[in-house]
């Protein structure tokens, strides 16, 4: 394994879709499905089956159409770091801090300055550049162009219809001539026309928005597949005039060859398998798009967004057609984040904040809902500053949930980042609230993209900071006997796991059928202060329906359901072993029991119909035995039909 990693670490740039699905072949990290597997709904049950055991990427040969179609190609750490031409992650952002540091070295004379040339060459070898005639994605040109000969997934039942998943759509502001690539959803609604489902944060909006107001139509054109790199610079969080095909070019140490489109202005990568080129036009209505089952394990609700008019498809001869699914984590995404984690930390660390040391998105917080961050800590209300400055930094802007903690802690050991809060953290004083800009797929927000943000110091307290009362104190785990007793007190109190007590761990949860207006506020004052619970430095309280005893799914409920600043109570305790205890409201929100008046979305599961064909199918698809479909430990969590979670009922 390892000559492996070293051969395709050493390869850098691969020419096409097909050379790296070679590659991942030749490592074993490949299954051709010859079987012909229906891209609606099917494909969806038997990725998320395969993600989900850290299974192998999927090449489906027979789809109903000409083009073979890839999944599940980022779905491992090791296929990511192979995607990008590496032997780890981490390989990248040590790059950037050995090109910056060199380039900034003070040079005294001419001769060290002159010595900066071969750098300087090289990083001119890796900007973009246009060549002259037509590439490999313009071998062929679909005449008339048409949609549905691509063999594009319907993923989930209640998705408003098929959706390309891992487009490189490629815009222009229309004043600066500066190209933006980004990667955004689009539902088809026909032969040649689409959606483009760009939030109102993002840079191809921002050109969208320019464009309307010159009252101009705006080329866009859609790349599909090439070197898998330029899928993953697509979703990278670089600054707004940072053209993304520098980063890739710096990534594979080469750079990104672009061709001019056959109908608009814009260039696309030579290489790419497929390329579909349009327009929009700002003078026209908006097309409902959605609902769409999303990476945050809920469905994302219709909304109003661009249409994109197809005015050309050209590909390769070879094309294969690459797409994704998201999902109830883990599923493949969890390893495009886990890239930008670890390409980011160095730019992070070198322009916003240099006492940054490391940094972790938990797969269950879905990129934006958690992030722990470990420091150099140096003064007295360093995390204050941290977490303000990560709020400020690009796309950080949508974290939820922030946890900070000094260079003694392994923060990829998520019992050593509880400890340390248990050690550390007084809810009284070391919680920080606030508000601002949240990702727009955040449900819990009581208004649309805006909502409410928490920041945790768990990082060790200097005199300024220290308060009278110890933070090490024993815990002990409620007996049977005790959790009965709760719950007799209490029947709405399905579950219950302290078992973290006995790792030292100061966190509870509970499941609860709640069933009035302030309930959980009503039970939590005698929870915390009259029961062993008060031991919790942290009770978490999730729906009835939720396995408490299953720490990941826990975490992916409740970040996804909380709104920090809504939905947190802070109880002090004196006479308990901490100050106080912090009760977070991790269930559903209802218009009925909360006074919450937006929709909320219901968990993604596949039908029983589709788990029952692809059970049937599955000794024809050469992946051994069957393994039995994710949906059916979620559906429990199923609140009614439909993407919209149904309101409780007395």
């Given at each position: ?111 060290q300055k002159l010595s900066l040339l071969p750098r300087l060459g090289a990083l001119a070898s890796w900007m973009p550049k246009v060549i002259k005639g037509r590439g490999a994605c313009q071998q062929v040109i679909m005449n008339p162009p048409d949609l549905r000969r691509l063999p594009i997934m ?497």
């Amino acid at each position: 394994m390892a000559a492996a990693v070293a051969t395709f670490a050493a390869a850098m740039a691969f020419a096409s879709l097909r050379d790296f699905v070679h590659e991942l072949e030749r490592c074993s990290e490949l299954k051709r499905i010859k079987t012909f597997v229906d891209p609606k709904l099917q494909i969806t049950e038997i990725v998320d089956r395969v993600t989900k055991h850290g299974g192998p990427a999927l090449l489906f040969e027979n789809t109903g159409t000409d083009f073979p179609l890839l999944i599940n190609m980022f779905g491992t750490p090791r296929r990511m770091a192979m995607a990008l031409g590496v032997s780890s992650l981490d390989d990248v952002a040590v790059r950037f801090e050995q090109l910056f540091s060199e380039l900034m070295r003070p040079r005294d004379n001419i001769l060290q300055k002159l010595s900066l040339l071969p750098r300087l060459g090289a990083l001119a070898s890796w900007m973009p550049k246009v060549i002259k005639g037509r590439g490999a994605c313009q071998q062929v040109i679909m005449n008339p162009p048409d949609l549905r000969r691509l063999p594009i997934m319907t993923c989930w039942p209640e998705d408003g219809g098929p959706f390309i998943t891992l487009p490189i759509i490629h815009t222009r502001d229309p004043h600066t001539g500066i190209r933006n690539v980004g990667m955004y959803r689009m539902q088809v609604f026909g032969s040649d026309l689409t959606a483009l489902h760009w939030h109102k944060h993002k840079v191809s909006a921002r050109h969208f928005q320019a464009y309307r107001r010159l009252n101009r139509r705006m080329p866009v054109a859609v790349a599909l597949g090439g070197d898998p790199v330029y899928s993953y610079v697509a979703t990278a969080p670089l600054p707004e005039n940072v053209d993304e095909y520098i980063l890739a070019g710096f990534i594979r140490r080469k750079a990104v060859e672009l061709v001019k489109c056959l109908t608009n202005d814009l260039e696309v990568p030579a290489d790419a398998d497929i390329i579909i080129e349009g327009y929009v036009d700002p003078a026209e209505e908006l097309i409902l798009e959605g609902p769409f089952g999303d990476h945050t394990g809920f469905y994302s609700l219709p909304d109003f967004y661009p249409r994109f008019h197809v005015t050309c498809i050209t590909h390769r001869q070879d094309a294969i057609y690459p797409s994704t699914i998201v999902g109830i984590p883990p599923q493949e995404d969890a390893w495009l984040g886990k890239a930008t984690e670890r390409i980011f930390l160095a730019p992070l660390r070198m322009t916003v904040v240099p006492e940054i040391l490391d940094m972790e998105l938990p797969i269950e917080g879905v990129f934006h809902n958690l992030t722990i961050i470990k420091i150099r800590k140096e003064f007295a209300g360093q995390a204050a500053k941290v977490c303000h400055a990560m709020w400020g930094a690009g796309q950080m802007m949508f974290n939820k949930m922030l946890i900070i903690t000094d260079e003694q802690v392994d923060i990829h050991d998520y019992a050593q980042v509880a400890r340390a809060i248990t050690e550390h953290v007084d809810p009284l004083q070391d919680v920080l609230f606030s508000r601002g800009p949240m990702d727009v797929l955040d449900h819990a927000c009581s208004k649309f993209a805006f909502g409410g943000k928490m920041a945790v110091d768990a990082t060790g307290k200097l005199e300024e900071e220290r308060h009278s009362r110890s933070m090490k104190v024993p815990l002990t785990a409620l007996t049977q006997e005790q959790k009965m007793q709760l719950q007799q007190r209490w029947p709405e109190i399905k579950s219950i796991n302290d078992s973290l007590f006995q790792l030292r761990i100061a966190v509870a949860f509970i499941a609860l059928r709640k069933n009035r207006i302030n309930h959980i506020k009503e039970i939590a004052d005698e929870l915390v202060n009259q029961t062993a619970l008060g031991q919790a430095k942290f009770l978490i309280v999730l729906d009835a329906e939720v396995d408490v005893d299953d720490v990941g799914m826990v975490v992916w409920r409740w970040s996804n359901n909380f709104d920090p600043e809504r939905d947190s109570l802070i109880i002090p305790t004196p006479g308990g072993p901490h100050t106080a205890c912090l009760v977070m409201d991790g269930t559903r929100k209802t218009r009925k029991w909360d006074g919450f008046d937006r929709p909320w979305p219901n968990v993604i599961c596949s039908d029983e119909a589709t788990i029952e064909a692809v059970d049937q199918l599955w000794p024809d698809l050469g992946l051994g035995p069957l393994l039995p479909s994710p949906s059916r430990r979620y559906r429990s969590l199923l609140c009614g039909t439909g993407a919209v979670a149904a309101e409780p009922v007395e």
